[in-house]
């Protein structure tokens, strides 16, 4: 596999120059430490660390974890590159100053942790599951919990997890068997099993902080009797160390597709000790803290495995050489020309490079709400961020993540044959790319809480405020506001204002359809959510052209480097974007050609 070069520069060109984060940074507590020349600094060693220390062990961590009676050992290097990485102090970057950590804002974590998921995806999985869990502490946990923990999981000598599903359970949490029974002490016994915990066992750490949903005795059925709980794999010591053993054993690790080098592991409580984690069957709300810093991560996995697979499938296609190019010779002094200069080769290419790209503007213009939401200066404005933030993370998780298998998926088509063995490294990529469509809830499950939360029940006030974005950018470069502006400008800024528009709209039918049939919401979901995904992306590629083109009339920037973004803004605008137009028009396709058929007719026996 090719080796991995992070994206500084590109990250850079985003935090500075098209998002002005700087700006945002203002009203988050903090963030005046954020600057340009600090942000450049911290970046560039996250490169370092995540190319020197992690990409070299990717493959080979692809070997997998082992278990031995309940005792999980990660591949050959990981635990050395942890111990580097908690040494540096990067687990505690965006963690509170005064629990040791370096109180920066959770974007610059979010952008460092799609370096190190890029550089290797299941070693990454063990940091980046800590910081859902001490999220969820600093907004739901006591004083006293805040002090037994977090200072521990932002310093990374201990990790955390995320427990909700069951066997007979996925995103159906109501169902959910899991028992809390009140000690005398205060404290509660559960008993449980929990599957698909990612890093719910390894070697890496001291102790692992699991925070765990289960029914108290007396719980009101369905998802409104959860609450939420924090289990220890070993309880707190009086010294604050880890003590005792407590009743959580890992049951097994799974045998998966994808991502061998974190363990995935069957979680048993047994009489477990544990400690209710804010109000009693208020569980689900306080989790969606965790799941939304969750699924912000998730979805930069997408454009990571875009990135990944881009590196290496574009390093072989300028040395890999086959046939003639079809427009003439263009390396005569070879037996053939390069593979990169037929036109199809260049489409799968310039389809992963968009991707990885516009997937990134589209997480790092999100995470300036996760900045505020975690730690904006007055509740005002996190409630406004949470708001934000809750209407971008379904589009981000279920739509990026979708791109990010189809970007990998191009990586092995590259290398054609060679793809497809391991030795490559790009098949590799491809399977670990597809579990990030399924965990932190599936794109269907996206779509739903996208259509049905954030868009009917919330009254299109976020959809309306997220347009309205849309047209006061846009407004700049339209005919009547554009005498001498850009012509290329002027034709993205109305193509994303017609999307915009047209996102309304779609947005009233599935309100009026529901009222006819409710089961046109359900099919008609996922066109929407992908529909959203192409117009929130065009719109991040119009802001980037419109930084790109402003740089280059005044001589400013790496002329090399926007020329670049705005060639591969045309790509999208006229070579992907058309796909939205077909999610529209099938989202709007008869209901009864998905529902008119008996249950019966899906038996294949």
């Known amino acids: 596999m090719p080796n991995y070069k992070a994206p500084v520069k590109d990250l850079l060109f985003l935090f500075n120059d098209v998002m002005d984060m700087q700006s945002k940074f203002k009203d988050v507590e903090g963030g005046a430490e954020a600057t340009p020349d600090m942000l450049e600094a911290i970046f560039t060693e996250a490169a370092k660390f995540s190319e020197n220390e992690l990409a070299p062990i990717y493959q080979s961590g692809d070997e997998g974890c082992t278990w031995d009676d309940g005792v999980v050992t990660t591949p050959k290097g990981f635990k050395e590159a942890y111990a580097k990485f908690i040494e540096a102090g990067w687990t505690g970057l965006t963690g509170s100053t005064e629990l040791g950590g370096q109180g920066l804002p959770s974007s610059i974590g979010v952008a460092i942790n799609e370096m190190l998921t890029t550089a290797n995806w299941g070693w990454a999985m063990y940091p980046g599951l800590s910081e859902g869990a001490v999220a969820t502490l600093e907004t739901s946990g006591s004083d006293q919990q805040k002090q037994d923990y977090l200072s521990k999981l932002i310093s990374g000598v201990w990790s955390g997890t995320m427990c909700l599903t069951e066997p007979h359970c996925g995103t159906d949490l109501g169902q959910m068997k899991t028992k809390a029974t009140p000690n005398e002490d205060g404290s509660y016994a559960v008993n449980g099993t929990k599957i698909f915990i990612s890093a719910g066992e390894h070697d890496l750490t001291e102790n692992i902080v699991h925070i765990v949903l289960a029914k108290l005795p007396d719980a009101p059925s369905g998802t409104k009797g959860l609450s939420l709980f924090i289990i220890p794999k070993f309880l707190v010591a009086e010294d604050g160390s880890a003590g005792e053993r407590n009743g959580v054993r890992c049951g097994s690790i799974e045998h998966k597709m994808g991502i061998h080098g974190n363990a995935t592991a069957e979680l048993n409580f047994d009489n477990a000790k544990a400690f209710l984690l804010g109000e009693p069957n208020n569980g689900l709300n306080a989790m969606f803290t965790y799941m939304n810093v969750a699924r912000i991560g998730t979805a930069s996995q997408g454009a990571a495995a875009a990135e990944r697979s881009y590196q290496g499938a574009s390093e072989y296609a300028r040395e890999r050489l086959a046939m003639r190019s079809i427009s003439g010779v263009k390396n005569p002094e070879g037996p053939a020309d390069a593979i990169v200069e037929h036109p199809d080769v260049r489409r799968m290419l310039l389809t992963q490079r968009v991707i990885a790209e516009g997937g990134r503007a589209m997480v790092t213009y999100a995470s300036q709400f996760a900045d505020l939401y975690r730690a904006g200066k007055t509740p005002e404005v996190r409630e406004a961020a949470d708001a934000r933030l809750g209407f971008c993370t379904p589009i981000l998780k279920g739509f990026i993540t979708e791109l990010g298998v189809e970007a990998a998926n191009h990586g092995v088509q590259v290398f054609g044959g060679h793809g497809y063995i391991q030795e490559w490294g790009m098949e590799q990529i491809l399977r670990d790319s597809r579990i990030a469509t399924l965990y932190e809830g599936t794109t269907g499950i996206q779509a739903l809480d996208l259509v049905g939360?954030?868009?009917?029940?919330?009254?299109?006030?976020?959809?309306?405020?997220?347009?309205?974005?849309?047209?006061?950018?846009?407004?700049?470069?339209?005919?009547?506001?554009?005498?001498?502006?850009?012509?290329?400008?002027?034709?993205?800024?109305?193509?994303?204002?017609?999307?915009?528009?047209?996102?309304?709209?779609?947005?009233?039918?599935?309100?009026?359809?529901?009222?006819?049939?409710?089961?046109?919401?359900?099919?008609?979901?996922?066109?929407?959510?992908?529909f959203s995904g192409y117009t929130f992306m065009a719109f991040m590629w119009a802001q980037m052209s419109g930084v790109a083109t402003a740089q280059l009339a005044a001589g400013e920037g790496d002329?090399?480097?926007?020329?670049?973004?705005?060639?591969?803004?045309?790509?999208?605008?006229?070579?992907?974007?058309?796909?939205?137009?077909?999610?529209?028009?099938?989202?709007?396709?008869?209901?009864?050609?998905?529902?008119a058929m008996p249950t019966s007719y899906f038996d294949a026996s």
């Open 453 to 530: 939360r954030k868009v009917l029940m919330d009254k299109f006030k976020q959809l309306n405020i997220f347009t309205g974005e849309i047209f006061k950018f846009a407004k700049q470069y339209l005919p009547w506001k554009a005498a001498g502006k850009n012509k290329a400008m002027r034709k993205q800024a109305w193509t994303v204002t017609k999307l915009a528009i047209k996102w309304r709209i779609m947005g009233y039918r599935l309100a009026m359809g529901a009222k006819r049939n409710p089961d046109s919401v359900g099919a008609a979901s996922v066109d929407f959510l992908m």
């Open 559 to 595: 002329a090399e480097f926007l020329q670049a973004k705005l060639h591969t803004a045309e790509f999208f605008f006229q070579r992907i974007l058309p796909r939205a137009e077909m999610h529209a028009k099938t989202m709007g396709a008869n209901t009864e050609s998905v529902m």
